[in-house]
């Protein structure tokens, strides 16, 4: 179903600064966007906070920030990227998302049909993942103090039954599955803020993993040890974070990592290596090596997973350090980038 925007863009088609002020501006912009567009009986009291039930078991607590730039992109919006991105965070926990808030940082001049299309994005997202925003808050900075729009989630879940996902559980002889391509989201973003046309037409990947994340620790329990989203920093900056993390050593092979010949192309142009590029529907999963074909080929059942790969292995040598073994039989170090390689991309 699609929303009507309830605000009168002929009356205010942007952003002002009262919007921002807590009068009337700023009560007509909760109770006529922000209420109606992501309604539910939590969000609808208005109150200061959320007033939650207690759900049973352990839970799992996740915030992120999202600055992409620009806010809207090939295959979807910093709304797809709000909801997906803290509902990943959750599941890379073994939780399944419940509950999300949600905070606005709006520049004076935004317009507001953005900004309805962006919530309205993150009312579909969060319907699609099972989740409800439940509580939030907006603040409008001055025109040029800003970028538009920055949005702010937080997300709780309830963690599986027999599920201990930590890096601290990971162990040498673990084999490192990675669910799908790689690159295609950093690349798309660069794709339309620099103008450049590729013929096939990038599109970010971003995706709720949830559903395939849940059929894995159904079947692989406590053979699952770890998961990482592979997100800002890519599939490198994700590999040296668990590695450092566990003091375990890690080994990829190249030719095991996919990417897709059009995000190899584009990267080679421009002079990138796809394992420092973002992605937001790809995650990596250290598994038992007794239970890694089994899990792999079940991951491969799912849409999100039908390209996943074994694409290393744990090893006690070079704790820390990520190695590569390479297309041409050598090997060479897989360290974290020391600068930024794309800024404002998630």
């Known amino acids: 179903m699609r929303f009507q925007c309830p605000i009168p863009i002929q009356e205010y088609d942007t952003v002002t600064l009262a919007h921002g002020g807590g009068g009337k501006l700023t009560q007509r912009l909760i109770r006529d966007l922000f209420a109606p567009t992501l309604e539910n009986p939590f969000l609808s009291e208005l109150h200061d906070g959320a007033l939650l039930p207690a759900p049973g078991g352990r839970l799992a607590f996740s915030t992120d920030s999202f600055v992409v730039s620009p806010p809207f992109f090939p295959g979807g919006n910093i709304g797809d990227l709000a909801v997906h991105g803290t509902v990943n965070d959750l599941a890379m926990c073994g939780a399944r998302p419940l509950y999300l808030s949600l905070s606005m940082i709006l520049e004076e001049g935004?317009?507001?049909?953005?900004?309805?299309?962006?919530?309205?994005?993150?009312?579909?997202?969060?319907?699609?993942?099972?989740?409800?925003?439940?509580?939030?808050?907006?603040?409008?900075?001055?025109?040029?103090?800003?970028?538009?729009?920055f949005l702010n989630t937080t997300g709780i879940g309830i963690i599986l039954d027999d599920v201990d996902i930590r890096p601290s559980r990971?162990?040498?002889?673990?084999?490192?599955?990675?669910?799908?391509?790689?690159?295609?989201?950093?690349?798309?973003?660069?794709?339309?803020?620099?103008?450049?046309?590729?013929?096939?037409?990038?599109?970010?990947?971003?995706?709720?993993?949830?559903?395939?994340?849940?059929?894995?620790?159904?079947?692989?329990?406590?053979?699952?040890?770890?998961?990482?989203?592979?997100?800002?920093?890519?599939?490198?900056?994700?590999?040296?974070?668990?590695?450092?993390?566990?003091?375990?050593?890690?080994?990829?092979?190249?030719?095991?990592?996919?990417?897709?010949?059009?995000?190899?192309?584009?990267?080679?142009?421009?002079?990138?290596?796809?394992?420092?590029?973002?992605?937001?529907?790809?995650?990596?999963?250290?598994?038992?090596?007794?239970?890694?074909?089994?899990?792999?080929?079940?991951?491969?059942?799912?849409?999100?997973?039908?390209?996943?790969?074994?694409?290393?292995?744990?090893?006690?040598?070079?704790?820390?350090?990520?190695?590569?073994?390479?297309w041409l039989g050598g090997s060479r170090v897989v360290d974290m980038l020391s600068g930024e390689q794309l800024p404002r991309i998630c």
């Open 170 to 326: 990971i162990r040498p002889g673990d084999r490192i599955l990675l669910n799908g391509p790689i690159a295609e989201h950093g690349m798309a973003i660069l794709s339309i803020r620099e103008g450049l046309s590729f013929e096939s037409g990038l599109e970010s990947d971003t995706a709720n993993l949830w559903p395939l994340v849940q059929k894995l620790l159904e079947a692989g329990g406590r053979d699952v040890h770890a998961l990482r989203d592979a997100t800002r920093g890519g599939v490198a900056s994700a590999l040296n974070e668990l590695a450092q993390a566990s003091g375990t050593g890690v080994v990829i092979q190249e030719a095991s990592i996919p990417v897709r010949e059009d995000v190899r192309g584009a990267c080679e142009i421009l002079g990138l290596d796809p394992l420092f590029v973002a992605n937001e529907g790809r995650f990596l999963a250290f598994v038992a090596p007794e239970r890694a074909e089994e899990l792999l080929a079940l991951m491969r059942t799912h849409p999100l997973g039908s390209e996943a790969r074994i694409i290393g292995e744990v090893v006690e040598d070079h704790p820390g350090v990520v190695r590569m073994e390479t």
């Open 110 to 149: 935004f317009r507001l049909k953005d900004l309805w299309e962006i919530l309205v994005t993150i009312r579909e997202r969060a319907e699609e993942a099972g989740v409800q925003v439940v509580t939030g808050d907006t603040k409008v900075v001055e025109r040029g103090k800003g970028d538009g729009i």
